[in-house]
């Protein structure tokens, strides 16, 4: 079963530590380790939170409209609400390692993990880049702030019209992931 997954793009190495499925639905947390200069674009969640826990090293986390930074030190813990844009970035000189608890845990959240960062592993997230973020953002229900909302319509279209694609990337790079029906 592939739990680790690494993607270039942002910089980072994702292991599953516990699936949605595993937890009963409640969480999906992450192990994740990133690079100097790594991290994520400010983005928010409309059905689950985000709780960052840093291990090793410092973890940067931006939040709110007015991008509030807080750095935390190893063994501390923030947790983003619904709703609120963040971001994570490695602030310091070494790569880092935090943990990443997603509440309640979100299948497609895994999924748009699992195929991401398979893609941009592969080269590929770029070839066809608008219908593989407007696939990608859906089913994670990763939604962009600012000009980028003005989009969201046309994503929500492209990935709607693009459901047997998702089905091809799913089943290409989730198929060696826990699944619902392995646990029962």
Same mark, same amino acid.
């Given at each position: 079963?592939?739990?680790? $997954?690494?993607? #270039?793009? /942002?910089?980072? +190495?994702?292991?599953?530590?516990? $699936? &949605?499925? %595993?937890?009963? !639905?409640?969480?999906?947390? /992450?192990?994740?380790?990133?690079?100097?200069? !790594?991290?994520? #674009?400010? =983005?928010? =969640?409309?059905?689950?939170?985000?709780?960052?826990?840093?291990?090793? !090293?410092?973890?940067? +986390?931006?939040? !709110?409209?007015?991008? %509030? /930074?807080? /750095? *935390?030190?190893?063994?501390?813990?923030?947790? +983003? #609400?619904?709703?609120?844009?963040?971001?994570?970035?490695? #602030?310091?000189? %070494?790569?880092?390692?935090?943990?990443?608890?997603?509440?309640?845990?979100?299948?497609? $959240?895994?999924?748009?993990?699992?195929?991401?960062?398979?893609?941009?592993?592969?080269?590929?997230? @770029?070839?066809?880049?608008? @219908?593989?973020? &407007?696939?990608? *953002?859906?089913?994670?229900?990763?939604?962009?702030?600012?000009? $980028?909302?003005?989009?969201?319509? +046309?994503?929500?279209?492209? &990935?709607?019209?693009?459901?047997?694609?998702?089905? &091809?990337?799913?089943?290409?790079?989730?198929?060696?992931?826990?699944?619902?029906?392995?646990?029962?």
């Amino acid at each position: 079963m592939k739990r680790k $997954f690494i993607n #270039p793009e /942002i910089q980072d +190495v994702a292991t599953f530590t516990k $699936f &949605a499925c %595993e937890t009963g !639905g409640r969480l999906t947390e /992450i192990d994740i380790v990133l690079q100097v200069g !790594g991290g994520n #674009p400010l =983005h928010y =969640h409309k059905t689950y939170s985000e709780t960052f826990t840093a291990i090793e !090293g410092e973890l940067g +986390v931006k939040i !709110g409209k007015k991008k %509030e /930074i807080r /750095i *935390l030190k190893p063994g501390e813990s923030f947790t +983003v #609400p619904a709703n609120t844009l963040h971001c994570f970035f490695n #602030p310091g000189k %070494e790569q880092i390692r935090f943990k990443v608890t997603i509440a309640p845990g979100h299948e497609g $959240f895994e999924k748009a993990i699992m195929v991401g960062y398979s893609l941009s592993e592969d080269g590929l997230l @770029r070839k066809n880049l608008l @219908r593989n973020m &407007a696939v990608l *953002l859906t089913i994670s229900d990763m939604n962009m702030p600012g000009l $980028f909302s003005i989009f969201e319509p +046309v994503l929500k279209c492209i &990935a709607y019209f693009s459901k047997d694609y998702e089905k &091809a990337l799913v089943k290409k790079y989730c198929a060696q992931t826990v699944t619902v029906d392995e646990l029962v």
